[in-house]
């Protein structure tokens, strides 16, 4: 496998990224004169299996406004704020009976508007059976360097990119078209909902360089936009494969980059966390120092913007016939602050018994805001938050359909 | 020709249930709709050509599975969504 070798510049925490005091935000895109008239604030923007939801907290994050259903009836997998320009909404959505699209919105939700092209594969030659997107499933902006381009996910586990802010996407050939595709991610190798793409990863210093994640798959890295993968799977563990490390065909649930320190990976897999240090290509499993009893199996994996050692996740029972409920019907979050090495539980406010329910892949998130806010969606629609960085949780929403996503975005 | 709309689409229609459409094939008719009515056809037919699983095409009541099916002025062309679950 060929060594990367490019070399990055180091990025500088910020002033009050470096001195978290009372909770305030702690990015912010206009000028003073602006910010001076309105205080910034949260928005959660969530995906249900029957529409999304949008809600909107006050600038202390102590009471919600809930607004929607957007997309009504539809399967919303995703829906991302653009944090280079505060105001475009993109939504990754399907009907029950419908193909699969996206679409926008640039007044927060009040119009949306279906991307003219959206994802879908090339046609197939005569007398092949060539594949069709079932979902568009995950959606990431690129980096600030390329306003106007995002990149989407798909199952089955495809690559696309938009470079007018998400009105018409294009296949990225290199891994659309690439003849390893499918053996890295078979078809045949489904997820419960279908094998996916998700976890579009752009580092901050190099927009060419990406790394995705593939349910079935693994991990995988690109250094030249796209055109060109290589899996990046050393020291993860691969289910349903006789040998224990295969260069791929493992299973991220949900990966992570570091906004402050690219160089640091993050993967909530089927078969445990992990953390990955460039240049590096071997992951250690992290997860290995939580409660036996818990385990580390989970789907999403959150990191704290600012500080680089501090990680999230929400384990759910893998024992067994995979229930996929949080163990022993008992929910708690785990955070760890020192790179994985030790592990605590955070279940204040949280059910003390009989809660049967998970956090999927991207229905975990956090807010820029210092103390960092948390915020997780339920298989049972309920929506819970922590204002102070996991200590105390509280319910903000119930009744709401099966959550597939929530991302915590910042309006100025 | 007479086509009805199913509801799950008429967010593309403006609301109507009915509309008018040419073509001399369905796969024609289906060029037509697009023309007017801009992504309706990617809700129904994938990338490569196919009839999505929970879309049904009927034309004088009789489900047809190919694209190509001939059409004539005088015919009635219903599109359906069969059932996908809850």
Redesign the interface.
């Known amino acids: 496998m060929p060594k990367r070798n490019v070399k990055k510049k180091p990025v500088v925490q910020s002033r009050s990224a470096r001195k978290p005091a009372r909770a305030k935000p702690v990015k912010g895109t206009l000028a003073k004169s602006a910010r001076a008239k309105r205080q910034p604030r949260v928005v959660l923007l969530v995906g249900t299996r029957k529409g999304a939801f949008i809600l909107h907290g006050n600038a202390s994050r102590t009471s919600w406004r809930s607004e929607g259903p957007h997309r009504f009836g539809e399967i919303v997998n995703h829906v991302v704020l653009d944090p280079r320009d505060g105001r475009t909404l993109l939504c990754a959505a399907r ?5 699969p ?1 996206i679409f926008r919105s640039t007044d927060l939700g009040k119009t949306w508007k ?1 991307a ?1 092209v ?1 994802p ?5 030659p005569p007398g092949v ?5 079932q979902h568009t499933f995950f959606l990431a902006p690129s980096s600030a360097s390329e306003p106007n381009v995002w990149y989407a996910g798909t199952s089955p586990p495809a690559l696309f990119r938009s470079e007018d802010g998400g009105v018409s996407w294009r296949g990225i050939d290199g891994w659309n078209e690439n003849p390893l595709r499918k053996v890295w991610c078979p078809p045949e190798d489904q997820t419960p909902d279908g094998s996916i793409l998700h976890s579009i990863l752009v580092d901050p210093r190099d927009s060419t360089h990406l790394y995705v994640g593939c349910s079935g798959g693994g991990s995988f890295e690109s250094t030249d936009r796209g055109a060109s993968w290589r899996p990046l799977n050393q020291g993860v563990e691969a289910p349903a494969n006789p040998e224990p490390f295969p260069e791929y065909g493992q299973d991220p649930h949900c990966m992570a980059i570091h906004p402050l320190q690219p160089d640091r990976l993050w993967q909530q897999n089927h078969c445990g966390i992990y953390r990955l240090d460039r240049p590096a290509t071997r992951w250690e499993r992290v997860g290995k120092s939580m409660p036996a009893a818990v385990g580390d199996i989970g789907f999403p994996i959150v990191l704290h913007p600012r500080d680089p050692d501090t990680v999230w996740v929400f384990p759910m029972d893998g024992t067994t016939v995979w229930p996929r409920v949080s163990p022993d019907g008992k929910p708690a979050v785990y955070r760890s602050r020192d790179a994985g090495k030790s592990w605590e539980r955070q279940q204040s406010g949280l059910p003390r018994a009989n809660g049967w329910y998970t956090v999927k892949r991207q229905a975990f998130g956090a807010d820029a805001f210092a103390p960092v806010g948390l915020y997780f969606g339920t298989t049972g629609g309920e929506l819970w938050m922590s204002a102070n960085e996991g200590k105390r949780w509280r319910q903000i929403a119930a009744h709401l359909p099966h959550i597939y996503s929530v991302v915590a975005a910042t309006l100025d | 020709m007479r086509v009805a709309i199913p509801s799950p689409l008429r967010s593309y229609t403006g609301g109507r249930e009915q509309v008018q459409a040419r073509g001399a094939t369905l796969a024609e008719l289906l060029g037509d709709l697009e023309a007017a009515f801009p992504g309706i056809r990617f809700r129904m037919i994938d990338e490569q050509g196919r009839i999505r699983v929970h879309i049904r095409l009927f034309v004088n009541a009789e489900l047809a599975r190919d694209l190509g099916r001939a059409l004539d002025e005088r015919d009635e062309v219903q599109i359906l969504c069969a059932l996908s679950g809850g």
């Not at chain 1, 009907?95 to 193909?99: P, T, V, W």
């Not at chain 1, 879908?120 to 197939?124: D, E, S, T």
């Open positions: 009907a029950g009976h419908l193909g699209s279906e003219s959206p879908a594969f090339k046609p197939a059976v060539g594949d069709a997107v």
